[in-house]
């Protein structure tokens, strides 16, 4: 399993620390103090490994901090994206006679 990078991803996490694999994701701020997402790409082996059990385990590192929520889904959830700002342009004035 391995996270892969996606359309509305906004940031790469880790994305300059060899001792980590960088981490697309989706931020936004603001709702429920934030929420961030990714998306992980299972092997074909890993997909008949859970077709037969059903079961996906889930392991977060601490450090020794409180734990946040977490969710697990398989529907792609809802990622707003904010449409790009427009191309500015610069107009010169011309002396019109």
């Not at 427009?86 to 002396?95: G, I, N």
Request: glycine share 6%; proline share 12%; hydrophobic share 35%.
């Amino acid at each position: 399993m391995k996270p892969i990078n996606f359309p509305e991803q906004t940031l790469v996490i880790a994305k300059d620390q060899p001792e980590y694999l960088p981490l697309p994701a989706h931020r936004v701020r603001g709702e429920h103090g934030g929420r961030t997402t990714f998306c992980w790409q299972l092997t074909w082996r890993e997909r008949l490994r859970l077709l037969v059990t059903g079961r996906i385990w889930h392991q977060v590192l601490t450090f020794g901090g409180p734990l946040q929520p977490q969710l697990l889904l398989v529907d792609k959830p809802f990622m707003f994206v904010p449409p790009p700002e427009p191309e500015k342009r610069s107009y010169l004035a011309t002396k019109v006679e």
